[in-house]
């Protein structure tokens, strides 16, 4: 009955999102949202503190997992069938310091340590939870940013679209290194590594949706960094570089995330410290982008952006406020209008699903 209503009067259920916080600085741990389907509106369900830190989060197989961004390092898996997220299990130790980010691919959960500078991998089971740790790849070198790339600060982990490999961005070397999973023995192979511009400080990269082209952002300058990706042959050329704050921003700028538009004319950017979101536009074929707004976040220190699937609504957690902050996004001009909030002390990571 409930389904006929739906279709009679229009109204669609409320899709939901998945919220880290750090909980050693206020944060309530991980969140759950409804979203408003139509407003992008947040309305949080619950919370769990049973992990601490989880600063970065990803959704598999209908499975909430986490990062538990800690000295002694480990990952989480949760149930979310229910209006807060339920732990399946003890968090299982990645075997490194300072997790930031996990991904997903081939049965197995991948995450960047970025105090270690290395990449742990862990089963996947049947029934989602965590296996311990099968394989870790530890970076080498560092850069000339002497407080910053002192070492290896590996960033973020993610699989390339055609799933074949996967890349890890270092802070720390000015590196993106290109590696393939053995899903059978969960350990990770060297396949290569493309050097950025020395002192850049490389966080995240994002690609384009027809998969020739990467984004990748870099912390320690304000620019990002357009490369070709070659599926084929694991190969991440650099291209050219495009800032993210307007020439002559005054200030501090550290941007932290960057995601592209489903149909590809636009790439956004979360700034720090000018507390703004970028929105650059794509050319066709993906090969350049170019500045063409500078939008303020709607709070402070926007660690995390998501877009939504539909590309309508964009998401910024604003560690600093405590908040999460969301915008509408006009599908001609790119540029995000603010919509709403909701207090989220000491946000650090939003994921739809």
Do not use: K
């Amino acid at each position: 009955m409930g389904d006929r209503q739906e279709e009679q009067t229009g109204a669609r259920r409320p899709g939901r999102a998945y919220i880290g916080s750090f909980t050693s600085t206020g944060g309530l741990g991980v969140l759950a949202a409804d979203v408003d389907p139509g407003t992008g509106a947040l309305d949080i369900t619950g919370s769990s503190d049973a992990v601490a830190d989880p600063s970065f989060l990803a959704l598999g197989g209908g499975v909430l997992y986490a990062v538990s961004e800690t000295e002694n390092g480990a990952a989480a898996a949760f149930d979310i069938g229910g209006p807060a997220p339920i732990p399946l299990g003890a968090p299982v130790p990645v075997d490194a310091a300072g997790p930031t980010h996990l991904a997903l691919t081939g049965g197995h959960v991948l995450t960047a340590n970025y105090t270690s500078g290395s990449v742990s991998v862990l089963p996947r089971t049947a029934d989602g939870t965590l296996g311990p740790v099968s394989g870790q790849l530890r970076h080498e070198g560092g850069g000339p940013v002497a407080d910053r790339q002192e070492a290896p600060h590996a960033h973020q982990v993610l699989p390339d679209p055609s799933g074949r490999w996967v890349l890890t961005v270092d802070l720390g070397t000015d590196s993106v290194t290109v590696t393939a999973l053995d899903a059978a023995t969960g350990t990770l192979r060297p396949h290569g590594a493309t050097t950025l511009r020395p002192g850049t400080g490389p966080r995240h990269l994002a690609f384009h949706p027809a998969g020739g082209h990467a984004y990748v952002l870099n912390e320690l300058e304000p620019t990002v960094t357009v490369c070709r990706w070659d599926a084929a042959a694991g190969v991440l050329t650099p291209l050219g570089e495009t800032p993210v704050v307007p020439e002559g921003a005054p200030g501090a700028r550290y941007p932290s995330e960057v995601v592209v538009a489903p149909d590809g004319r636009f790439l956004w950017a979360a700034v720090r410290g000018a507390d703004t979101l970028a929105v650059l536009a794509l050319a066709e074929d993906g090969a350049s982008a170019r500045l063409v707004a500078s939008v303020p976040c709607g709070g402070q220190w926007p660690r995390d952006l998501t877009l939504a699937p539909s590309g309508r609504h964009l998401y910024a957690a604003n560690e600093r406020s405590g908040d999460v902050t969301w915008f509408t996004v006009d599908p001609e001009t790119g540029l995000p209008e603010r919509a709403g909030s909701v207090p989220v002390p000491s946000a650090s990571c939003i994921v739809l699903g």
